[in-house]
């Protein structure tokens, strides 16, 4: 079946700009989380949602980051003001899981590279 | 969250069986271990999950001693399609809280 997709897959943006970058989870997962991955180091959490429902944004840097999902699927990330040190590739996963205790594997998409210039 | 320590880097000629050994000499009594693999430009795919002694699957081997402060990752007789980055992720559940990666290690096969 169909895996996480997130589009664009490239995004060149100048400072100051805004850009928002989507992400399309495994249907019916009910998880999804947002990464951010600098060049050469691992992901780090951004923020998690259940359903339609942000439970943790602890890992968002700014107020200029901003995440929805406003039905339950789809899920958008929303840089506003964009600087250079936001330029990272932003990965989306998505897990089955709706119960703390679980186990799930979270299913990553290919990430969206966005270059602030 | 249990810290981890993994090699940055690690060379391997194709054929060769590759251990790469994760170090988290604070993992909790309940944490599962957990290994993740990153092409470039790819996301991150979930290879093997553990919790003590031995777990093997179609992809890899997972090697737990009795203490659980280490672990293995084995891949046998890689091919030059398995350079990547290998993380190494301890944590009490993985479906639905935020993975805590480290650098991971980056490992080349050569021809």
């Known amino acids: 079946g169909a895996g996480v997709s997130q589009s664009p897959r490239y995004k060149v943006a100048k400072r100051g700009q805004d850009v928002a970058l989507r992400c399309d989870p495994i249907?019916?997962?009910?998880?999804l989380f947002w990464y951010q991955q600098a060049l050469g180091q691992g992901p780090e959490f951004l923020t998690y949602f259940q359903n339609e429902a942000q439970l943790d944004k602890s890992g968002l840097p700014s107020d200029r980051f901003f995440a929805e999902r406003p039905e339950g699927s789809v899920s958008t990330l929303k840089i506003q003001r964009t600087q250079q040190e936001d330029s990272a590739v932003y990965l989306c996963?998505?897990?089955?899981?709706?119960?703390?205790?679980?186990?799930?594997?979270?299913?990553f998409g290919p990430g969206t590279r966005l270059l602030v210039l | 969250l249990a810290k981890t320590t993994q090699p940055i880097s690690m060379d391997s000629y194709e054929g060769q069986e590759v251990n790469i050994t994760c170090s988290h000499n604070?993992?909790?009594?309940?944490?599962?271990i957990t290994w993740y693999q990153q092409f470039p430009s790819q996301g991150p795919r979930f290879i093997i999950q553990?919790?003590?002694t031995k777990v093997t699957n179609e992809v890899a081997s997972l090697f737990i001693p009795a203490d659980r402060k280490s672990s293995t990752l084995s891949l046998p007789r890689v091919s030059l399609s398995d350079t990547a980055v290998y993380y190494c992720?301890?944590?009490?559940?993985?479906?639905?809280?935020?993975?805590?990666f480290g650098k991971g290690t980056r490992l080349s096969v050569i021809a």
């Open positions: 553990g919790y003590k």
């Open positions: 996963a998505s897990t089955n899981a709706f119960q703390r205790e679980n186990q799930e594997t979270q299913y």
């Open positions: 992720l301890v944590a009490l559940y993985s479906g639905n809280t935020p993975l805590v």
């Open positions: 249907s019916g997962h009910v998880s």
């Open positions: 604070n993992i909790a009594t309940n944490d599962y």
